[in-house]
């Protein structure tokens, strides 16, 4: 069996979002592509049940311009006002539920989270991959990551997301008012990462186009690519002003790469949280939704749940100021069982 190292990084990537995709969500059209009925036409009614717990699915929604579907799932807060709306992508071969625990605990904490299912590196890709073009399941994933289109299309899908959030917004009386769309952030992890990076201002090798998402006020990356040529190079980083984060640990696939971003961005509001002996695995747990096919690491689960949201409340409702002493409080309540410590720099 071979390490996770002699795996090509396009293809972990894929890997990392299949293992860790709900079956049970699998996406409901026949290919990736076939749209929805009627361009910004919804389907909730597939999960009524899930609406008392404020969750609410939509898993037809054409981008009429791309031909494309872009489903996404809602996690509402409690909160009837508008509240800061938080992106979040998954990793390649996965699905809008990838990060469901996270998802649904920062819309605990106030936040209207909006997750989102990118169709041309999601499960059912990934598995259309296999059977037209005969390619075993290791092949499928390399193809998966190395497919220039399914890069593009992901800051293309959350641009459009915004959009539909701003449609929803004013018009559907679930979300009527409730979206506070002057305050965005984005999550990704692994090639949701890269999403996150690239919405941010990171400029993507080999892709032309401004593919930046200026609405977007914060990006965290959980597992961020490094500039080691395969998605960016050294100079992708230096024109990202707004507010990044960055987050890895000891055992992730890269190591040290992940810092990348982290030296080679211009100073200010730059953080990189550093978890010894986290893996790439770490950082993504679908608990909660109906399926979960890798066992969670629930310690760094925890950690981020208490970490994340109050970064999230510095960056899009001005507190708690990210001084020392809160960062240093952060750390210490989110330290137990394997995660015994984590570093936190700031430039």
């Known amino acids: 069996m071979k390490h996770l190292h002699d795996i090509p990084y396009g293809a972990i990537i894929c890997l990392l979002g299949l293992l860790s995709a709900p079956s049970g969500f699998a996406q409901n059209l ?30 037809n929604n054409l981008d009429k311009a791309r031909a494309r579907n872009v489903p996404v799932t809602f996690h509402l807060p409690k909160q009837k ?23 649904a605990e920062t819309a605990r904490q106030g936040y209207v989270v909006m997750c ?3 169709v041309t590196s999601n499960t ?17 994933l390399r193809d998966c990551g190395d497919d220039m289109t399914a890069r593009k299309n992901r800051p293309l899908d959350v641009r459009f997301a915004i959009d539909l959030a701003e449609q929803l917004n004013r018009e559907d009386a679930r979300f009527k008012g409730r979206i506070d ?6 999550v990704g992890h692994s090639y949701g990462a890269f999403t996150a990076m690239v919405c941010c201002g990171v400029k993507p090798v080999d892709l ?3 593919l930046g998402e200026p609405r977007i006020k914060l990006g965290i990356a959980l597992s961020p690519q490094s500039s080691n040529g395969k998605f960016f190079d050294e100079d992708s980083f230096a024109t990202v002003t707004r507010p990044f984060v960055g987050i890895s640990g000891t ?22 949280l550093w978890f010894h002996d ?8 679908s608990s909660g939704s109906p399926r979960t096919f890798l066992r969670p690491d629930t310690d760094v689960t925890n950690a981020l749940k208490v970490i994340v949201p109050k970064i999230l409340d510095s960056y899009l409702r001005g507190e708690p100021k990210l001084d020392e002493a809160t960062r240093k409080q952060l750390v210490d309540r989110s330290l137990g069982g394997k995660v015994r410590r984590i570093e936190w720099h700031v430039n």
């Open 278 to 285: 986290a893996n790439h695995f770490s950082f993504s747990d």
């Open 208 to 210: 032309d186009g401004d």
């Open 251 to 272: 055992r992730d696939l890269s190591g040290d790469r992940h810092r990348d971003f982290f030296k080679l961005m211009p100073k200010g509001d730059k953080h990189l």
């Open 181 to 186: 769309l002057s305050q965005i952030a984005i």
């Open 116 to 118: 989102l299912e990118h």
């Open 30 to 59: 026949s290919s990736p592509d076939q749209a929805a009925p009627q361009p910004g036409s919804h389907e909730p009614d597939a999960f009524d049940a899930w609406e008392a717990q404020s969750v609410i699915d939509l898993p």
């Open 124 to 140: 059912t890709d990934l598995r259309r991959r296999m059977r037209t073009q005969g390619l075993g399941f290791r092949d499928a």
């Open 81 to 103: 006002v508008a509240q800061p709306l938080i992106l979040v992508s998954h990793g390649g071969g996965g699905s809008r539920h990838g990060l469901y625990a996270l998802a």
